[in-house]
């Protein structure tokens, strides 16, 4: 999470509406297709707020490698 917040310069948002899904390891690049945001009723999940924060976002490697590295972590 922190990897994305600081080098990509994510927002907290978009970072929690992730899904693996959205993430393509081979073109090391990520979706940013919808946000989670808390309000007084809960979690929502929409999409962002303007059309240009929908975007494909390119991965270093250093990234690549965490987030594989934590997706083997949560399939432990």
């Not at 808390?38 to 690549?64: A, C, E, H, M, Y």
């Amino acid at each position: 999470m922190f990897s994305l917040a600081i080098y990509i310069g994510m927002r907290r948002g978009e970072i929690l509406g992730l899904r693996w899904g959205d993430i393509d390891f081979e073109k090391k690049e990520l979706k940013v297709i919808q946000t989670a945001n808390w309000t007084r009723d809960g979690l929502v999940i929409q999409r962002p707020k303007t059309n240009d924060s929908i975007r494909r976002v390119k991965l270093f490697q250093n990234i690549i490698d965490d987030l594989k590295e934590r997706y083997k972590q949560i399939e432990a």
